[in-house]
């Protein structure tokens, strides 16, 4: 075998070797994710969450940690589910703290016409 035959497929060889190791690399960094997770948080904490929906705001709060974790052991996969799930749950928790509140708005607007319907049942008697 000639000399630059050899050298030929020695770089061939190492080029499948690259590419190979390449692939199964724990693939990107899911950071775009954790930003995503963690703006969805603090989204929900201000719209009152903490207060109407304190167990799903703290089951997304620990999907982040336990992602961030993963992250560390470089589980990016497993990491980047918990994220979306985080996020899920951030946003559900948003959403169901603002019901409770526009709920919470509507009761409060149904007494004050009730206590007017018997503040003006008063003055016509």
Do not use: W
Request: glycine residues 4%.
């Amino acid at each position: 075998m000639k000399p630059h035959q050899y050298l030929g497929r020695v770089a061939v060889i190492v080029g499948l070797a690259v590419t190979i190791a390449a692939c199964a690399g724990p693939g990107p960094r899911p950071d775009g994710k954790l930003a995503t997770a963690e703006a969805s948080i603090q989204r929900a904490e201000a719209t009152d969450a903490r207060e109407f929906n304190p167990i799903l705001l703290n089951d997304a709060q620990s999907k982040v940690e336990d992602a961030r974790e993963l992250i560390e052991k470089e589980r990016y996969k497993e990491a980047e589910l918990l994220l979306e799930q985080a996020e899920v749950d951030a946003r559900l928790a948003g959403a169901r703290s603002e019901t409770d509140k526009a709920r919470d708005a509507v009761m409060q607007l149904n007494q004050n016409i009730e206590t007017l319907r018997q503040q003006m049942q008063a003055e016509q008697q």
